[in-house]
């Protein structure tokens, strides 16, 4: 069972941005799959961005919205990420995803999850989840939001779930590109 939603999470310099994506789950999801060749606070203050733009983030909406509509949301100025086209597709396939499987309800995704293998699945099945999202959301859900099933599969490494300042951002991502800087370093 997880605890109450924190009122905001640290990861953008919007404090409307940050208070969204701990109140509506499928704007936390937007933000992961947005997580992608950008910064922390471009990915998490995109789910904002189309909400300004679109006027919702409810996964029926957003799955059946016309793709030329969604495509210009993102590259609407600022661009909601850097490659606007396949991550207006991502997010309505995300969206689909969630309303299919999850009834619209992006929270049912870890709080009906038996265990951490049924968590894990769940999100690897996310378009755009792969291990390294997998191991984030986990760690997100779990320290932030007090999921029983992620702390099963949280890492213990730091990661965004760590994060519960601005500061604690700064850390975090200074810690990051030491880390990136490492493994290119050690990359043959």
């Known amino acids: 069972m997880a605890v109450s939603a924190p009122d905001r999470l640290h990861y953008t310099d919007s404090d409307e941005a940050n208070t969204l994506i701990a109140r509506e789950p499928l704007a936390l999801l937007i933000g992961f799959a947005l997580d992608q060749q950008v910064s922390v606070q471009t990915a998490f203050i995109g789910p904002l961005k189309i909400k300004q733009r679109l006027g919702t983030l409810e996964a029926g909406v957003l799955a059946s919205i016309d793709p030329d509509r969604l495509e210009a949301a993102f590259r609407e100025r600022p661009a909601v990420h850097r ?99 490492k493994m290119r370093a050690e990359s043959p």
Request: aromatic share 8%; no cysteine; proline share 5%.
């Open 83 to 181: 490659f606007p086209g396949s991550m207006a597709m991502r997010v309505r396939d995300l969206a689909a995803h969630v309303e299919a499987e999850y009834g619209g309800d992006a929270a049912r995704l870890w709080s009906e999850a038996r265990d951490g293998q049924e968590l894990r699945s769940r999100i690897e099945a996310l378009p755009g989840f792969g291990e390294m999202k997998v191991k984030a959301l986990s760690a997100v859900l779990a320290k932030r939001f007090g999921v029983e099933a992620a702390k099963e599969i949280a890492p213990s490494h730091p990661t965004l779930g760590d994060v519960d300042s601005p500061e604690a951002l700064e850390r975090y991502q200074a810690l990051k590109r030491e880390w990136k800087a």
